[in-house]
């Protein structure tokens, strides 16, 4: 519904995708929408934190926002200097380059694949697509359009995950062969209007796992993808709220194509201290363990810095070490910038998201988490929840790119 009430941008008509020599003009000069302007109280806005973080960047303005609620579309571009808008068809009308997703997640695709259809490059809040169709549809228009296409998924531009990658890649823990994920988010809060009635969270959650904050990461690291699940969960429902369906927990088990096991938890109902960011690894010459919070510091253990004359490594004598001994050497640049990231949400990997969107955009380069990469650690969320609800049947995961 377009309201007539809201101020009306300019109307240009961006129908051709920009040609890589549109992409290399200065950044200043980008001209960003954001659909999904949170502020509901309830939401996490987190709409209105790109926009924070653009800023710091100096990466181009948000020049429109859309929200199907009126209130909130004219505060956010008010408070942004944008124009508002609420009918998303309009809004993909007033003359962007880029626009930003941050609707409820069973929106994503569609308004991806609408955006792509005008030419407009996309940058998606996490997840890419809650259904395998709507993954296909998007990797589809992604392709047909030639444009540019990236999930913002944070964790995975972690600093603690960039240098578990480097120290993987220069093959310090040997070959790799089992990962580790959890996800533990007390999100009760979020499932309910002050009214009652179920938020987004409260009415979509029930269809698929919020996976892709453990999975994105360690796919990264390994630079893989998963092929079959079997997952268990319990879900009591009831015990927390009556009419809200989400499983209490959930753990996966995938097989990847390159021969490794991956488990990862995921619990979004509990009620506990948050632990959103735990990842393990164990590979032949190495160990990882992330923090488990209350003091608890990310640690590796390597093979080649135990003495050799200590056959079996085990016992007393096997010394961890500190992730963060590791720093200077491996991530010279994030130590360098920890200050400028760290003003950003999520430990300073919101900075770092949108820094390698200007990056690979300014330079003409593809997408840091292309659609193919976002569908890896997308589909997977509906495919574990159908797999739980089977009692643990083991479910295949398509590979996106046999989707085009
Ligand atoms: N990566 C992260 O760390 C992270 C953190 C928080 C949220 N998120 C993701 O960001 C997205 C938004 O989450 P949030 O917490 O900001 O939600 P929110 O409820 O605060 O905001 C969502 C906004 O979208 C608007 N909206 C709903 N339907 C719309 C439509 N059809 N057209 C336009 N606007 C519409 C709502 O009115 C609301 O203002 C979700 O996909 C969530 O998963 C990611």
């Keep these: 519904m377009w309201c007539p009430g809201l101020v009306e941008g300019s109307l240009h008509s961006p129908l051709a995708v920009p040609s890589s020599l549109e992409r290399l003009l200065p950044m200043a000069q980008l001209r960003f929408g954001l659909v999904g302007a949170g502020g509901n109280q309830v939401g996490s806005a987190r709409g209105l934190s790109h926009a924070r973080h653009l800023a710091t960047l100096d990466a181009g303005q948000i020049v429109a926002v859309c929200d199907r609620v009126a209130e909130a579309a004219e505060q956010a571009a008010g408070r942004l200097g944008a124009v508002a808008y609420t009918d998303y068809d309009r809004f993909l009308r ?16 569609q308004q991806a694949v609408e955006a792509l259809q005008r030419g407009i490059a996309v940058l998606s809040e996490v997840p890419a697509a809650t259904t395998v169709e709507d993954g296909r549809r998007l990797a589809q228009a992604v392709h047909r359009s030639g444009g540019f296409y990236m999930l913002l998924e944070n964790y995975g531009y972690r600093d603690e995950i960039e240098l578990i990658r480097r120290l993987v890649q220069a093959g310090k823990l040997g070959d790799v062969y089992f990962g580790e994920g959890e996800y533990l988010h007390d999100c009760r809060g979020l499932n309910r209007f002050p009214d009652g009635s179920l938020t987004w969270r409260g009415q979509y959650f029930s269809g698929y796992v919020y996976i892709w904050h453990s999975l994105r990461p360690l796919l990264y690291i390994l630079d893989d993808r998963t092929t079959r699940v079997t997952a268990m969960m319990t879900m009591q429902p009831g015990r927390l709220e009556a009419d809200i369906r989400i499983p209490d927990n959930v753990v996966s088990l995938f097989q990847t194509a390159g021969g490794r096991l991956l488990k990862i938890r995921v619990d979004i109902v509990s009620p506990r201290p948050h632990l959103m960011d735990y990842y ?10 992330g923090s488990r919070g209350f003091g608890d510091p990310p640690r590796i253990w390597l093979e080649e810095l135990e003495p050799a004359d200590r056959p079996g490594r085990s016992g007393p004598s096997v010394s961890w070490r500190r992730l963060a001994d590791f720093e200077e050497e491996y991530i010279p640049d994030r130590v360098a910038a920890r200050e400028v990231a760290k003003r950003t949400g999520h430990g300073g990997s919101d900075y770092w998201t949108l820094k390698a969107f200007v990056e690979a955009y ?7 988490v292309d659609v193919f990469r976002a569908l890896d650690c997308s589909l997977p969320g509906p495919l574990v929840l159908e797999s739980a609800r089977r009692g643990g049947a083991p479910v295949e995961i398509p590979d996106p790119r046999t989707f085009i």
């Design 94 to 109: 007033h003359g962007l380059d880029v626009v930003i997703l941050a609707t409820p997640d069973v929106l994503h695709a």
């Design 280 to 289: 393990a690894l164990q590979g032949t010459k190495g160990s990882f363990e």
């Design 362 to 368: 300014r330079a003409g380069n593809p997408s840091p």
